[in-house]
């Protein structure tokens, strides 16, 4: 068996293989269903979406972000299930959470079963912007998440990033539906004090439902000055 930190090498190794630009470990410190509670550690997937396909987006999502949005969330569930098999294979019980699945039995029908972008602050890969996406200092709100569960213990001494938002307000004004409120995100702060999923779902689903059947829109990532190239 590896020890846990050369388990932790050889999963981020395996996975930067794959095509993903970052692998973070964090204690599982979200509310999860009865059946999930036997998991204490979490690992986050992170891919880095194109640039060239992500700055075409202008004042409304494009084709082709829809399909790379789609293909991204693929190469991540596979990931996911690559981490699996490793973990498995070390004799550690692991759990795949889906790149992209809402599900609608918990009261927030903007949700998944466990939260990416929060196991990746725990994981001190970034932070939660204005915008309520996940933010990293290098790749800023350009990428997509996954996370795997795992009963294996894992080293995870980081500390979560606290908000580098400061006074920006592009993603503020950019936003075409009012739906994100302009505060900066603190810790244990709850999703609405921020950002109106509500308002954002609707807008997309009402003017973007033709390219991106309302589930994309990606104008506030765009905007976001981190992780742009020229960082403008
Ligand atoms: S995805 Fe679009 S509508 Fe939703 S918050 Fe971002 S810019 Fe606004
Ligand atoms: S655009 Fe500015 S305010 Fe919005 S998430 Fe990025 S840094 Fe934060």
Same mark, same amino acid.
């Given at each position: 068996?590896?020890?846990?930190?050369?388990?932790?090498?050889?999963? %981020?190794?395996?996975?930067?293989?794959?095509?993903?630009?970052?692998?973070?470990?964090?204690?599982?410190?979200?509310?999860?269903?009865?059946?999930?509670?036997?998991?204490?550690?979490?690992?986050?997937?992170?891919?880095?979406?194109?640039?060239?396909?992500?700055?075409?987006?202008?004042?409304?999502?494009?084709?082709?972000?829809?399909?790379?949005?789609?293909?991204?969330?693929?190469?991540?569930?596979?990931?996911?299930?690559?981490?699996?098999?490793?973990?498995?294979?070390?004799?550690?019980?692991?759990?795949?959470?889906?790149?992209?699945?809402?599900?609608?039995?918990?009261?927030?029908?903007?949700?998944?079963?466990?939260?990416?972008?929060?196991?990746?602050?725990?994981?001190?890969?970034?932070?939660?912007?204005?915008?309520?996406?996940?933010?990293?200092?290098?790749?800023?709100? %350009?990428? %997509?998440?996954?996370?795997?569960?795992?009963?294996?213990?894992?080293?995870?001494?980081?500390?979560?990033?606290?908000?580098?938002?400061?006074?920006?307000?592009?993603?503020?004004?950019?936003?075409?539906?009012?739906?994100?409120?302009?505060?900066?995100?603190?810790?244990?702060?709850?999703?609405?004090?921020?950002?109106?999923?509500?308002?954002?779902?609707?807008?997309?689903?009402?003017?973007?439902?033709?390219?991106? %059947?309302?589930?994309?829109?990606?104008?506030?990532?765009?905007?976001?000055?981190?992780?742009?190239?020229?960082?403008?």
């Amino acid at each position: 068996m590896l020890m846990n930190d050369s388990l932790t090498n050889h999963l %981020r190794e395996r996975l930067l293989y794959e095509g993903l630009c970052e692998v973070g470990f964090s204690r599982v410190d979200q509310t999860v269903p009865p059946d999930l509670s036997r998991y204490h550690y979490a690992v986050t997937l992170m891919y880095r979406l194109s640039d060239a396909v992500v700055d075409e987006i202008d004042d409304s999502p494009t084709y082709a972000y829809f399909q790379h949005y789609r293909a991204a969330n693929a190469l991540l569930d596979r990931c996911a299930l690559i981490a699996c098999e490793l973990l498995r294979r070390e004799g550690a019980a692991a759990y795949p959470i889906a790149a992209s699945q809402s599900v609608h039995d918990r009261g927030d029908r903007y949700t998944g079963i466990y939260q990416h972008k929060s196991a990746a602050v725990a994981a001190g890969l970034g932070w939660i912007g204005k915008s309520a996406l996940f933010v990293s200092p290098v790749h800023g709100p %350009r990428v %997509r998440l996954a996370t795997v569960l795992t009963s294996r213990e894992l080293p995870c001494q980081l500390l979560p990033m606290e908000s580098r938002c400061g006074d920006c307000t592009l993603c503020v004004t950019a936003c075409p539906s009012g739906a994100i409120l302009g505060r900066n995100y603190v810790r244990g702060m709850a999703r609405e004090e921020i950002f109106d999923a509500e308002k954002c779902s609707q807008h997309m689903k009402k003017a973007f439902g033709h390219i991106g %059947r309302g589930a994309v829109c990606g104008i506030c990532m765009r905007v976001c000055p981190y992780g742009r190239k020229n960082n403008s």
